[in-house]
């Protein structure tokens, strides 16, 4: 007994119980941290980095939807959601990256028919991409833009672009006039460079910040601002509109004299950059941003008319849904509309009796810029108005005619607008009566290209709601929407915030948001890629021109200039 005792120790009675829970405690927290880590281990696999999670945009400001919006924003996210393209790790080296130099593309042969292609037919163009070890890729992502032109005709269509996920495309034209037409391919930037800017807008939305003067007498202090304005900076002055809801912040004055009530202007502040030594190598121009790729055989077909008689090719006809193309250096529409050349005095006939108001970018104020210029008695009414932003009039008296422009509200990359200058589109289309001797236009996306997705989709669907009510109290009012349009890439500045590919991802926002709308489109994205001209964001005059002429076209669709072609 006193040996059986002395093997066995005495043990407290609560001290079973207490060690059986902490045991179980822990097991407990073992395994939820095992499938906390195993959860997010799934998701690295399987999420496509088009569609980021929302935890780095914490800090960004975004305008409070319905329900309804809700689930329609969702839906357009996921429809645009990017191919997924390959991470930027520590294993990640150049040479694997998308190299324009070792890709090709080969025209398809045209199947029946002799071989011989003929207006109405569609031209198919393999495209595959290869690393700087000319190894081709096994995944896609990259960014391409295609179109079949014919510099001696002027005349060129756009093409769409198929992505096969695999590293090889396929793109797709219609053929649309008698000659010679050349495919042109370029790479605007590799799969590799996609994954970096979809990292920026993720997490560093702020790159472009934003400022405001606070003035009160002699005192005055530059403060920044921003829609996304991180929580570290300090406290905020809310300038959130309050009819549209659309937010806007800067930080408060560190001066005790000044306050949220002395800001006199907005102005564009600095470009922080925050890239690593590789990153940078992904956005070179002539190496690997808006660079051509060339063609393994021929790069151009002879399109021949059919006996038959002329077709009529519509962009209904064909998987490329161009909206049209030029022929002789003028725009022809593959829609509905048939677009009609203006001159001097029909478009002082087509404007006669009308107001036409512009709200937008600086691509937009290029229409107010041509029209002013087109008519010979316009008188600009608020000429002392110095900034780009506006609001400028211009007037023609003896015809009746009224063109205003206005810029959007921030955020927008303006210097030194005063506060009382800047407006919201929404606010504006609320104060307009409309009817048939009202025209609108309006243009906004490349001020957006830097922010989360989510900023620009609201912004448009707050446009939108205007634009129902302006419809609703006057139906018969004339609204044209605006695309944006390529432009060119030459810096890094150029490539991280304004790059191509944000450019297409809102161009495809804007279509869908305004899809089913008694609205028109200038599709500006296909009448700069289709045309002989360089890319530019502020196209060239002869753009410009033919863009007046499909605005004009929507605006008096039943005069025929003598100058039509």
Known sequence: MNNQSRSTPKVNSLFLPRRGFLLLLLTVCVMLYILSWMNNLQFQKTANPAFIPQEHQSFCAFRPISSKESLEEEKILKSITWPKTPSITSNYTFENSSNPLCSNFTILPKVGEGGQWYIGDQLEVSIIIKDYYCYPKTSGGDVLLASLKNRDLQAGVSGQVVDHLNGSYTAVFP??????????????????????????????????????????????EKIECNVCLRPSKGPVCDFTDVRTGEPWFCLKPKNTKLNCTHRINHDLGVFELNLQKEEKRLFQEKINMKTPILAVGSSSITVYQRKTGPVMLRSNNVKTAASGFYYKGVWKSLGITEVQQFDTAAIIQCLKGKVVHMYGDSTIRQFFDYLNKALPNTKIINRQNLARCGPFKAEDRKNNILVTYRCHGPPIRFLNVPIQDLCYIANELDSVSGGASTVVLIGVWIHFTSFPLKIYIRRLMSIRSAVRRLLARAPDTIVVIKTGTPQELRTLFDALTMSEWFSLKHDKVLRALFKGMNVHLVDAWEMVLAHQLPHKIHPEPPIIKNMINVLLSYTCPKMHSENNL
């Open 175 to 220: 053929l649309v006039w008698e000659g010679q037409a050349e495919v042109e391919v370029t790479l605007v930037h590799p799969s590799e460079a996609v994954t970096v800017l979809q990292r920026l807008n993720s997490e560093e939305p702020d790159r472009i910040n934003y400022r405001s003067i606070f003035r009160s007498g002699s005192v005055s």
